[in-house]
C-alpha cells in the first residue's frame, strides 16, 4: 500500500523560511507527478505546486519566485522550500502523489501546518 508522509511544517515569521519534505513509500515514485497543495482555514484545498516524472514543474501564481519544488527520485523525497514566507501562505500544506495512468491510484498525505505570523 502506497503512502507519502510530510515533515518540516512549523512556526515562521514573515519574510522567513521553512522546508517542508514528503517521502513515499509503497509505490513507483518516480513515475508518478508529485505535488504540494494547501488548504486555509475556511478555503479549498489548492495547488501550490508540483513537478510532473519527466520534470515539469507548475507553480500557483501566488508563490511564484517565492517556492521551490525539489524531486529526489534516488530518495522518493518531493520537498517545498518556502521562502519570503507570507501571512497569506498559513495554511495545511499536503503531499499528493498523483498517478499519471488510470489504474494507478493517488496518494495523499496527513498535512502538516505551516503557520505565518509574528
Known amino acids: 500500500q502506497g503512502r507519502v508522509v510530510e515533515s518540516g511544517g512549523g512556526l515562521a515569521q514573515p519574510g522567513g523560511s521553512l522546508r517542508l519534505s514528503c517521502a513515499g513509500s509503497?509505490?513507483?515514485?518516480?513515475?508518478?507527478?508529485m505535488g504540494w497543495y494547501r488548504q486555509a482555514p475556511g478555503g479549498q484545498r489548492e495547488l501550490v505546486a508540483t513537478?510532473?516524472?519527466?520534470?515539469?514543474?507548475t507553480y500557483a501564481d501566488s508563490v511564484k519566485g517565492r517556492f521551490i519544488i525539489i524531486r529526489d527520485n534516488a530518495k522518493n523525497t518531493v520537498d517545498l522550500q518556502m521562502n519570503s514566507l507570507k501571512p497569506e501562505d498559513t495554511a495545511v500544506y499536503y503531499c499528493?502523489?498523483?498517478?499519471?495512468?488510470?489504474?494507478?491510484?493517488?496518494?495523499w498525505g496527513q498535512g502538516t501546518q505551516v503557520t505565518v505570523s509574528l
Open positions: 499528493k502523489a498523483e498517478g499519471t495512468a488510470t489504474h494507478l491510484p493517488d496518494y
Open positions: 513537478k510532473t516524472a519527466g520534470g515539469m514543474i
Open positions: 509503497g509505490f513507483i515514485f518516480s513515475i508518478y507527478e
